[in-house]
């Protein structure tokens, strides 16, 4: 009752004094902790830091703003393509698809400032709580994690951003009207925030719902290995990659044996799972629905069984997509069942095959069927396939094959499934298992971005030959998203990203 009463009370006060300020920043003070008069005893400490991860899943679990548009749904449509059943899609998903995004349609960055904004009301009050040493360093351990991934997400998306380190608690801050960071500047403050979790990385605690020491090194990898291979960072990265990497440790026993039970909702926080964050079946939104199909274009014998059902279907597989996981399924992939449905299961006479993706679909026995799948953002495949790009750019062709082949078992069930230590095959391989491996997880994207492959893609069908390499002639940025128009309409600091105008 007490925090109750304070959360309601400071609410109240703040909320006249900062509403312009958040209008124009687009950060929503919808953070009553911030307030200093708020610090007062360790209960305050304990209740901010799980309200880092509640912004950044309700930022990461909306139906437009997700690691599959961010991360997946612009390799475009070799991939991707609409619903193959009603033949519809609407105007931002095929703009996403096709990569002609416009400020006035794109996704925007609240959620994910207001994250940060969390974030650095914990850092700075932190200590005014009178909090143990043991609960202190777990939340400012906790914040400077939570941090790096937003701000890694960031720099990857928009590139130029603003850079805030202090919670926004009055409209006189600079804050309120941020200028936008240098790439670099962007890129520093990640490790910088990587560095200090580091530090305190011992009170992390094994809450697979919030930072651990797994999480920690997994995200510091991808960042060494992003920094390596696509901002010329240079062999410290490798080696700073290779550290967090045998940190965590490569072996197949972190594998679960039976790819489906990686995302089993009765067992979501199982052991090959790093960092997710809940999705219970009182919340609404994500992308899985999009998956799902309309019960009226379905036999009734077939809803649920096996055909997910829900409202209109947006997202399917292309055909071609499509027909290699097939092909892969043939050579005894049996990841494939997971990542696809397919079947004449439509109630048209014409009988004609439909395809929907199986991973995440929530549970089915209920109809519509509820989207109750955590969100998961590291994963320990993630990790071996990490390994396995870091033996890539070191040149141990041999070393890659060897992490590459922990996946390749799982799938295939053979040892040494890939033996071939050609540079160009190691490497064509590498990408082939991400296709396989981690289709609807938004991690493609970047996949291809850091091995180089995305530039020999064609995003667009209905363009032929037009390759992403083609498109940065166009427009040299054309790999980061525009920001928003209503962001920059906010704050006349801001600039539109080069390329995006």
Not at 13 to 40: G, T, V
Not at 205 to 210: A, D, I, L, M, R
């Given at each position: 009752?007490?925090?109750?009463?304070?959360?309601?009370?400071?609410?109240?006060?703040?909320?006249?004094?900062?509403?312009?300020?958040?209008?124009?920043?687009?950060?929503?003070?919808?953070?009553?902790?911030?307030?200093?008069?708020?610090?007062?005893?360790?209960?305050?400490?304990?209740?901010?830091?799980?309200?880092?991860?509640?912004?950044?899943?309700?930022?990461?679990?909306?139906?437009?703003c997700n690691v599959f548009y961010f991360g997946e749904v612009r390799v475009g449509d070799y991939m991707w393509g609409k619903s193959l059943e009603s033949d519809v899609q609407n105007g931002f998903m095929i703009a996403c698809r096709h990569n002609s995004m416009t400020p006035s349609n794109t996704i925007g960055w609240s959620g994910l400032y207001s994250t940060i904004d969390q974030a650095n009301a914990v850092l700075k009050h932190a200590a005014d709580c009178g909090a143990s040493k043991s609960t202190l360093d777990w939340a400012l351990a906790q914040a400077y994690f939570a941090r790096a991934y937003c701000y890694f997400h960031a720099a990857r998306v928009w590139g130029e951003v603003p850079v805030n380190t202090l919670p926004v608690e009055s409209t006189n801050q600079e804050e309120c009207y941020p200028e936008q960071k240098s790439v670099e500047e962007v890129y520093a403050q990640v490790e910088a925030d990587?560095?200090?979790?580091?530090?305190?990385?011992?009170?992390?605690?094994?809450?697979?719902?919030?930072?651990?020491?797994?999480?920690?090194?997994?995200?510091?990898?991808?960042?060494?290995?992003?920094?390596?291979?696509?901002?010329?960072?240079?062999?410290?990265?490798?080696?700073m990659a290779e550290q967090a990497l045998g940190a965590i440790g490569i072996s197949s026993s972190r594998l679960l044996p039976d790819y489906s039970k990686v995302f089993d909702r009765t067992n979501k926080k199982n052991n090959e799972i790093i960092f997710s964050l809940a999705l219970s079946a009182s919340d609404t939104g994500g992308y899985q629905v999009y998956f799902c199909h309309p019960a009226n274009l379905i036999a009734p014998s077939y809803r649920n069984n096996p055909v997910p059902i829900s409202a209109t279907q947006w997202w399917s597989y292309s055909k071609g997509f499509v027909n290699e996981l097939?092909?892969?399924?043939?050579?005894?992939?049996?990841?494939?069942?997971?990542?696809?449905?397919?079947?004449?299961?439509?109630?048209?006479?014409?009988?004609?095959?439909?395809?929907?993706?199986?991973?995440?679909?929530?549970?089915?026995?209920?109809?519509?069927?509820?989207?109750?799948?955590?969100?998961?953002?590291?994963?320990?495949?993630?990790?071996?396939?990490?390994?396995?790009?870091?033996?890539?750019?070191?040149?141990?062709?041999?070393?890659?094959?060897?992490?590459?082949?922990?996946?390749?078992?799982?799938?295939?069930?053979?040892?040494?499934?890939?033996?071939?230590?050609?540079?160009?095959?190691?490497?064509?391989?590498?990408?082939?298992?991400?296709?396989?491996?981690?289709?609807?997880?938004?991690?493609?994207?970047?996949?291809?971005?850091?091995?180089?492959?995305?530039?020999?893609?064609?995003?667009?069908?209905?363009?032929?030959?037009?390759?992403?390499?083609?498109?940065?002639?166009?427009?040299?940025n054309i790999l980061l998203w525009p920001i928003a128009q209503g962001s920059l309409n906010k704050n006349n600091k801001l600039h539109q990203i080069p390329g995006w105008i």
């Open positions: 009752m007490k925090n109750t009463i304070k959360l309601i009370g400071i609410a109240i006060l703040c909320a006249a004094a900062l509403s312009a300020c958040h209008k124009d920043l687009e950060i929503p003070y919808d953070n009553a902790l911030s307030a200093s008069n708020m610090w007062k005893d360790a209960s305050d400490l304990e209740q901010s830091v799980p309200g880092i991860y509640k912004r950044l899943h309700s930022y990461l679990s909306d139906s437009d990587i560095k200090a979790c580091e530090a305190l990385a011992d009170n992390l605690g094994n809450e697979k719902y919030f930072g651990t020491k797994d999480a920690l090194n997994t995200l510091k990898a991808d960042y060494a290995l992003w920094m390596y291979s696509t901002r010329d960072g240079g062999s410290k990265y490798l080696d097939k092909a892969s399924e043939k050579k005894g992939d049996t990841r494939v069942k997971t990542n696809l449905g397919y079947g004449p299961y439509s109630s048209a006479s014409d009988k004609h095959e439909i395809t929907w993706c199986n991973k995440l679909t929530g549970n089915m026995e209920k109809s519509p069927v509820v989207q109750d799948n955590d969100l998961i953002y590291y994963r320990y495949g993630y990790v071996v396939m990490l390994d396995a790009e870091l033996k890539y750019y070191k040149k141990d062709y041999a070393g890659a094959n060897k992490s590459l082949n922990i996946i390749a078992k799982r799938a295939y069930g053979k040892d040494n499934y890939y033996t071939s230590t050609a540079p160009s095959d190691v490497l064509d391989n590498i990408v082939h298992e991400y296709f396989m491996e981690f289709p609807a997880e938004g991690m493609i994207w970047w996949a291809l971005i850091r091995t180089g492959k995305i530039w020999d893609m064609v995003p667009n069908s209905e363009i032929p030959g037009e390759t992403f390499k083609d498109l940065r002639d166009k427009n040299p």
